[in-house]
């Protein structure tokens, strides 16, 4: 137990827990920017995976880890862009759109992958590149708080970052009020003249970007190769933590923290006598805790209100 505690209070573990909430706070926010326009974006898991696999295959043959990046970031509104068209445009479930990228994730990637240099389940053949880490001046130096907060991979400052943008975007911008108005009602959005289905389509894109990069980090930062399946259900993850956040962008940054400590808390209670399989269903665990805790909060709103009326 002593040990638990230490390891808790550790500024490694500090750290661990900002280096394992990245991709989970890129894919939430990506989460969040589509629900806020009247649309949800189930198909993360899969558009992380592909971007995954598009930034080593593009940091393999440019020899360039930013170019590499550059691609996932293509791939990622590709797929933002084929999402809404299929939802928006041919009327298809968006839900089932979604699903159906994850789907094609999972298997298309390892067959991409085979068709490039014939390994199946690791890119092992390719020479790809990682994305640097950061040493902030000043901080660097400060003892424990240095420890914590330098010395983290390029996206994870892109993520925090990207909090602070998408809260601009949302609240401080014409297109952030369009698309605010869009989710809450999109008949009184299109009386005023705002192009509704213009507006989703802007925020699928933004989502596939945001979630490309939370992608391009599990293998251009966490880790320096594509592994099959690598984002190992962080999408889903991150939709659950969209739901606790409460709609807004400190709220979503929150939740992955939450998240991202319970999946710090996992990798550390490896070293202990406690069953593998155990430690392993932890955050996926608080994922189902969470969103229980979510939804019977929000019945007890409705409730109010309905009681109000």
């Known amino acids: 137990m ?20 990245t991709p989970i706070l890129l894919a939430a926010l990506a989460a969040l920017i589509t629900d806020r326009a009247g649309v949800m974006n189930i198909g993360l898991e899969g558009i992380m995976l592909c ?9 393999a043959y440019t020899q360039n880890a930013f170019l590499g990046l550059l691609f996932a970031m293509l791939i ?22 979604g699903i159906a990228i994850n789907l094609f994730a999972s298997g298309g990637t390892v067959f991409i992958l085979y068709s490039i240099c014939k390994d199946k389940g690791m890119s092992t053949s390719l020479a790809s590149l990682t994305l640097p ?33 998408i809260w601009a975007l949302l609240y401080k911008t014409p297109l952030g009020l369009r698309i605010r108005v869009v989710g809450e009602n999109p008949n009184a959005a299109e009386s005023v003249g705002i192009n509704v289905r213009k507006t989703q389509y802007y925020v699928l894109i933004i989502s596939g970007i945001l979630a490309s990069l939370g992608g391009a980090y599990m293998s251009m930062g966490y880790m320096d190769k594509f592994a099959r399946d690598m984002v190992a259900g962080r999408g889903f993850i991150a939709l659950a933590a969209e739901a606790l956040g409460t709609g807004t962008p400190l709220g979503v940054m929150g939740s992955s923290l939450i998240f ?8 550390n209670l490896q070293v202990l006598r406690i069953p593998v399989q155990f430690i392993q269903m ?15 909060s ?12």
């Open 133 to 165: 880490s950061i040493d902030i001046p000043l901080i660097k130096d400060i003892p424990f708080l240095g420890t914590v907060f330098s010395g983290h991979n390029f996206l994870t400052y892109i993520a925090f970052l990207s909090v602070i943008v």
């Open 298 to 309: 929000k019945s007890r709103q409705i409730k109010k209100i309905y009681l109000q009326k």
């Open 260 to 267: 991202g400590a319970a999946d710090a808390l996992a990798s």
């Open 51 to 59: 971007s995954a696999l598009a930034g080593v295959v593009g940091s």
């Open 2 to 21: 002593q040990n638990i505690i230490s390891t808790i209070f550790s500024a490694s573990f500090l750290f661990s827990i900002l280096r394992l909430t």
């Open 282 to 296: 932890i955050p996926y665990l608080l994922t189902i805790v969470g969103l229980i805790v979510y939804s019977i």
């Open 76 to 97: 990622g509104s590709l797929l933002g862009v084929i999402m809404a068209y299929c939802a928006l445009n041919l009327k298809t479930d968006i839900i089932l759109t």
